[in-house]
């Protein structure tokens, strides 16, 4: 292996910045800029020089023995003065050692070789970089400590066990077995698939907390639907006018609502247009609010729009501030209506959110629909008797190994160069 090195934290000026280097030359290149390393585990400040000797910062330097590191190499840490200046002097002469400048996501693709983490956990930590709100905070904390790559060793455990009864009933067909392995397989395969079952369920909930949810604010034009959005922004994203259809094009605001990430939808006035810009735009708002996963209407009653009202539709009669009845209004003028509005769209994407599983990527759900069509077909053999036992035990090592793909035991070569690339090269 290459020794490495990258700046850890992010680019430009900064208090603190962080430099890491990790490989088998890591000690051998810090010791010959700061003259003398701490002890394992223990921080202390060195002058770091340069090969003439000069002075090019007053640094904390952390090392890690192997396999007690972050990449499971040695791995050494220069915390810096976080200027410009500063890191790139440093990182200039840790160019001249033994050492190179670290791809994208090599400091975590080399903790993956080295069996510090598994796959479904790197994409957690991903994602955790990622992370704009609280939910998606917890929902990747859950993928990092390797709750899935857990679950899934319970389930391989328990499809060997399956298997292994299979096989031995396959390898004593011209014997008597005392005992009928069945019930025993059957209950076996049927618990692992409950499960998958259950986090397949949640998939769709854990997809949208990473990904994030579109809320469409739909209604006929002068609405006040882009007073609203402004109000729900805080500022004024999108152009406001008492003149009917001043809304062309769909304008997006990103929030976070009770921690789950949205996007809010200003989209154009719904009507009949001669106007061909403005029918565009009426098209697209149609489009956008059909595939949004949630719709704030502001109409009136019995108001009719060419996008209906559905159950789990929120809606609003406009312009409270102008009215003198007793049907649930809002005004993003004032402001009337706005904080009961929040609360309702957080209460409704709260609930859709709660039965969120372990799965949080398309890759995950592939491999788990494919284990679970083994499994099922492996069910129907079993029951069909031990002429059948050779073709389900095959059966069940394919779903083993389609579980095994989600946390990088078997057939990720090709994924992990697509995974990394999206890291920054201090990790």
């Known amino acids: 292996m290459d020794t490495i090195f990258a700046l850890a934290t992010a680019q ?3 208090g603190v910045a ?3 280097i990790s490989g088998p030359a890591a000690k051998s290149c810090a010791l010959q800029m700061c003259g003398f390393l701490p002890h394992a585990r ?39 003065h976080g200027s410009i200046a500063v890191i790139s002097a440093v990182l200039r002469e840790l160019g001249k050692h033994d050492a190179r400048m670290a791809e994208p996501g090599e400091f975590t693709r080399r903790a993956l070789e080295n069996n510090k983490m598994d796959l479904a956990q790197v994409e957690g930590l991903g994602d955790l970089i990622e992370a704009e709100t609280e939910a998606q905070r917890q929902q990747a904390l859950r993928s990092v400590s390797g709750e899935l790559g857990q679950r899934i060793e319970t389930w391989r455990s328990q499809l ?24 025993e397989v059957q209950s076996l395969l049927s618990g692992v698939m409950e499960d998958i079952v259950n986090q397949l369920d949640g998939f769709k909930a854990s997809e949208r907390i990473r990904t994030g949810f579109e809320v469409a604010i739909v209604g006929a034009p002068n609405a006040g639907k882009s007073t609203l959005l402004n109000a729900l922004a805080r500022r004024d994203a999108a152009i406001t006018s008492e003149t009917a259809g001043t809304t062309r094009d769909v304008i997006e605001v990103r929030m976070d609502l009770g921690g ?51 159950d789990g539709d929120i809606v609003r009669a406009p312009k409270a501030d ?87 035991r ?18």
């Not at 078997?410 to 990790?427: M, T």
């Open 42 to 80: 223990h921080a202390s400040t060195r002058i770091l020089h340069d090969e003439n000797g000069e002075t090019l910062d007053h640094a904390l330097v952390l090392v890690f023995d192997a396999p007690a590191s972050f990449t499971g190499e040695d791995v050494v840490e220069f915390h810096l």
């Open 12 to 14: 430009g000026r900064a």
């Open 410 to 427: 078997v057939d990720v070569e090709n994924l992990l160069d697509e995974i990394f690339s999206s890291f920054c090269l201090g990790k």
């Open 160 to 183: 060997i066990r399956a298997a292994a009864l299979v096989e031995v009933t396959i390898d004593f067909a011209d014997e008597e077995v005392p005992v009928d392995v069945t019930p």
């Open 260 to 310: 789950l990430p949205v996007t809010l939808l200003d989209t154009a006035g719904l009507r009949d247009s001669g106007d061909e810009i403005e029918a565009e735009g009426i098209a697209r708002a149609i489009s956008r609010a059909n595939a949004a996963q949630l719709r704030i209407f502001l109409t009136e009653p019995q108001e009719h729009l060419s996008v209906p009202i559905v």
């Open 18 to 20: 962080v430099i890491r």
């Open 322 to 408: 102008q009215r003198n009845d007793d049907i649930p209004a809002i005004s993003g003028l004032t402001g009337q209506g706005v904080d009961d509005l929040v609360s309702d769209v957080t209460a409704v994407l709260g609930e859709r959110t709660q039965n969120a599983g372990l799965l949080t990527h398309e890759r995950h759900r592939v491999a788990m629909i494919r284990a679970l069509s083994m499994l099922d077909s492996a069910m129907t053999l079993v029951g069909a008797g031990p002429e059948h036992y050779d073709i389900a035990a095959e059966e069940m090592r394919i779903a083993i190994r389609s579980l095994e793909a989600v946390v990088g």
